[in-house]
């Protein structure tokens, strides 16, 4: 693979440039990009109307707009996120999220 080469979606791509817009998803609107015993990044696509519930990471994570308008909840307080936005959450922070359009995240976690 040459520095310009992308790939579409991989369980461990160190030194490898991922296309996001094009990587393969499960039934559940989810892409693993990459994925090792330390580390993780998903890409999450949500269509509009979409309810993820509270729950918390183990580890610290980010989350990325990528497209779409989300409201994130953290705790109680609402976070519109749109394209370019980003947030980073400590370990075990209580989260939920509302999709307003159809959307894509792009969630890393730190396993611990």
Same mark, same amino acid.
């Given at each position: 693979?040459?520095?310009?080469?992308?790939?579409?979606?991989?369980?461990?791509?160190?030194?490898?440039?991922?296309?996001?817009?094009?990587?393969?998803?499960?039934?559940?609107?989810?892409?693993?990009?990459?994925?090792?015993?330390?580390?993780?990044?998903?890409?999450?696509?949500?269509?509009?109307?979409?309810?993820?519930? /509270?729950? !918390?990471?183990?580890? %610290?994570?980010?989350?990325?707009? &990528?497209?779409?308008?989300?409201?994130?909840?953290?705790? $109680? /307080?609402? !976070?519109?996120?749109? %394209?370019?936005?980003?947030?980073? &959450?400590?370990?075990?922070?209580?989260?939920?999220?509302? $999709?307003?359009?159809?959307?894509?995240?792009?969630?890393?976690?730190?396993?611990?």
């Amino acid at each position: 693979m040459t520095n310009n080469e992308t790939t579409s979606g991989c369980t461990t791509c160190a030194g490898q440039i991922v296309d996001l817009n094009s990587v393969e998803f499960t039934e559940q609107g989810r892409s693993q990009v990459a994925k090792t015993e330390q580390f993780h990044a998903l890409r999450l696509d949500l269509p509009r109307g979409k309810k993820i519930p /509270t729950h !918390h990471a183990k580890g %610290p994570i980010t989350v990325q707009c &990528l497209k779409g308008c989300v409201n994130f909840f953290v705790g $109680s /307080t609402a !976070h519109e996120m749109r %394209p370019g936005h980003w947030l980073f &959450l400590e370990a075990k922070t209580e989260h939920s999220l509302h $999709s307003l359009e159809d959307s894509a995240m792009l969630v890393t976690k730190v396993n611990v």
